[in-house]
């Protein structure tokens, strides 16, 4: 386990780097792209915002979200990524959104560093940027 300590600008850098983004979108796309169609399945994108626990978690604690309303949140997650409404989300709606959502965590933050304590083996975009940013800083 890890700790980096990151900031707006961290994030930010990171996404600036078009060849970095893309190629990190790009691994994150397949890896959730199960059935290898090309584009992601509303079954597909849930499952993978399922998986990170934000919503059925506070704090680490489990709590219990009605099936219904979970279903509501998820389903307007894939239409914010579903830009033009095809009911699949391609890469570039992927890459696109996943953008906006970097770029806001970076307004957010600002200037105020943060640490995080990460598993050695993380693949995350936050944990991509700060190892770019150390890459740029000893390099």
């Known amino acids: ?66 099936p219904e309303e979970l279903t509501k949140l998820y389903d307007s997650i894939f239409n914010q990524f579903d830009c033009d409404n095809s009911g699949t989300v391609d890469q570039k709606e992927f890459a696109a959104e996943l953008k906006n959502i970097l770029l806001a965590i970076a307004d957010g933050l600002g200037s105020s560093p943060i640490q995080m304590a990460l598993e050695d083996d993380d693949s995350g975009f936050l944990k991509k940027a700060a190892d770019l940013e150390a890459s740029k800083l000893s390099g």
């Open 1 to 66: 386990m890890g700790v980096v300590i990151i900031d707006g600008s961290t994030v930010r850098s990171f996404v600036e780097d078009e060849a970095q983004f893309k190629k990190s979108a790009d691994e994150a796309f397949a890896a959730l792209d199960l059935n290898s169609d090309g584009v992601l399945s509303r079954s597909e994108l849930r499952r993978a915002f399922e998986s990170l626990r934000l919503i059925e978690t506070h704090f680490g604690v489990d709590v219990a979200t009605p």
